[in-house]
């Protein structure tokens, strides 16, 4: 096999044991890799009905046949398991050299199972395989265990690992690297915390086997060249995704007060210029020349690295309007390992309900010290900080009196930073996406404010899929970060080039599309084995505060979104997909995509 290493490293830890596995070629032709590989592993290799936090559940760390050569943005990894958050598929996908080394350490992925019965390190050498006693390090925030373990191992090391909210199983804790990558929304942290694995620390020497090095060299030289030609490159240098906060204001949606308003009084104060004046400098993945992530000096004099979902999510969604303090916040989040925007969402669900008298803690929208007090209290699950650890969705299934209707999540996953009172196609879009509301498959609200954002027309169906496969499909299984490609134009033909160089094969992009098309099918069978007789096309619709309470403020003041309609467009987007009129995936379907097993053991069930 050329392009992928062909092996799988899988660890139990109960057993402190390691072993190398050869996986067969017809599972990377079938699959590419990243999420196609963790959603096949999970299918095959979980037991239906696994608890996530029991040791059987699996933590997989999966690069693609792109991740670690030296060509764009090609230092991303995907992290996935089964989600305490949302009892259904997960995933994340995070910048680290990790993911650089663990394919020079000749793998593909790694599936950890199992729980140690101490904290403990994993330390990786090519084909040798350490359990590091971590006592030590427990207890300790990511940054200072990143920090700790730079000093023991080599520079050229790939560390992954886990802040406190990890440890106590916030369910919403994720996986950092070099402060500020973060990945693995709905809670791959803590399912790493539940094996008691602090860090992952990955060395790897050996070259990624490629068809055609030569042609690899090229093309990546050209690829680099051509990233930093685009005439969007110095704007992007500038801001990253921060000058997403200035569209959001105007386009009316920026997260207001748990997605009340798609407006904030103080957009500017947290907005993409405001923070050019407070940056020092730019950090990113490995091997990417278009770096986006801005430091800042935060109010307390640390170092924070701000994107815009973080700012949307810990500044406008809980009424906060200074910069320098969401940034306090946002670092807070990658210390303790906390999805800053389950965190925004939880941290403003807590607000509303205070003032509304449901919870006897008082809060009040941008009180920053008592949010910060709130953030900590949640990291150690005290107090209501322990309840709202659990989600928005445990956390208003406990207080009642109608708070699901703002409880802002899909299928237990927290809303990212996209009000959608008046965006019918991007709720689709969350209420579709593979891992609940997130914006990672589709970030459709761009071109639907473009295209018109009062129609629920089927052509947005169809648009939005188009999307799901690129984003969620192609990207999310070849190991590469997509911005290249969606914020400065960098076309999809290089990728096919690139995949041809590594591998050998010759990828269209319809055979592309259907390897995307069998990796999204695999996650919703996933997702329908998962949740059983609860599964329901229920599940698909976001909560009820955009269908029910019109937006405040703004030219959009007063919309709300159809249930009729947008249902009508669900059925259309069933349809469409191959999906029955519950949205599970059809017996056909799932046969003409090779997924016969899949359609077997799914509909012995019914
Ligand atoms: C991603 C999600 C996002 S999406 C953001 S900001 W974004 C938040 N970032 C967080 C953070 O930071 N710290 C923290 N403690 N929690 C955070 N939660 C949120 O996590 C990220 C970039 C971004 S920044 C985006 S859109 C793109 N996402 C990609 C993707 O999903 N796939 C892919 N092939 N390429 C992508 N490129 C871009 O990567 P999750 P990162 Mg992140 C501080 O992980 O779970 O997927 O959630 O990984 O290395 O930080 O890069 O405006
Ligand atoms: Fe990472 Fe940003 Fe570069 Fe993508 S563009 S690889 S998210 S630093």
Redesign the pocket.
Known sequence: MLGWTGVFLNIDLTQRKATAEQYDESLALNFLG?RGFAAKILWDRLKEGTDPFSPENLLIFAAGPLTGIGLP?SG?L??ASKSPLTGGYG??????WAAVYMRKAGYDAIIIKGKAAAPVILHIKDDAVEFVNAKDYWGTSSFETEERLKKVYPRNSGIVSIGQAGENLVKFA?V???E???????G?GAVMGSKNLKALVIEGTKPIPLANPEEMKKLAADGYKEVLAKPLYSFWKRQ??MS?VEWSQENSVLPTFNFRQGTFEQAEGIGGFTMEKMKVSNR??PQCNMT??NVVKDSEGKD???????VG?LGANIGLGSLSQVAVL?RL??E????????GNVVGFAIEASQKGLIKEKFEWGDFEAIEGLIEDIAYRRGVGDVLAEGVRAASAKIGNGSGDWAMHVKGLEI??YDCHAAPGMALAYGTSS?GA???DA?LITWEIKAGRENYDKEKVAYLIKTQLI?GGL??A??????PYNSLGFGLEWYHKYLRAATGVEFSMDRINEVSDRILNLVRAFWVREYGKEWSRELDVPPMRWFKEPLVGSPYEGSTLNLEKYNAMLDVYYQMRGWNINGVPTKETLEKLGLADVAGRLYAKV
Not at 336 to 343: Q, R
Not at 478 to 483: A, K
């Open positions: 990243g943005n991303k995907v992290v995933d994340g996908n995070t910048g680290s994720t950092v690297s070099q500020g990558r973060a990945g693995g929304r709905p791959m990253g995704t997403t990113g993945c986006c992530g924070s690295e701000l994107d815009y979902e973080n999510m946002n989040a990658d303790f390992s906390f999805d800053s925007i389950s965190l990212s930073a891992i997130h914006h990672k970030w984003r990207f999310e070849l190991g590469v970060c997509r911005f």
